[in-house]
């Protein structure tokens, strides 16, 4: 078993992992039919190197890192402001002594 999760999928859903594996396998397949088929028309690629490869990916998760940090900033400075419109300070009140605090 890849994970025991206590919550059971929906009748007629998947769930997230069944997915991943499902989109790896016909990924795999893919590329397997593509390197068959176009397999004398491959100089095209002689131009893209492992390196190359490398350097895509690196920048790829990179952007991909940058566009959620500066999403999460600015939700963070989205509920800091609401939090600060909200937070107007409010006298407490006990309607049993009709005293109120000294805070």
Same mark, same amino acid.
């Given at each position: ?28 397949? &893919? ?20 390196? !190359? ?16 940090? &500066? &999403? ?11 939090? !600060? ?19």
């Amino acid at each position: 078993m890849l994970t025991l999760s206590k919550q059971t999928p929906k009748r007629g859903s998947t769930c997230q992992t069944c997915m991943v594996v499902r989109v790896f396998v016909i990924a795999a397949i &893919l590329v397997a039919a593509f390197t068959i088929v176009a397999d004398d028309k491959m100089n095209i690629l002689a131009s893209v190197t492992p390196i !190359h490869a490398a350097l895509a990916i690196i920048a790829i998760g990179i952007t991909g890192f940058l566009v959620k940090l &500066l &999403l999460w900033r600015l939700e963070q400075a989205a509920n800091i402001s609401s939090c !600060h419109e909200q937070a107007e300070p409010q006298e407490a009140y006990s309607e049993e002594t009709d005293q109120t605090s000294s805070r």
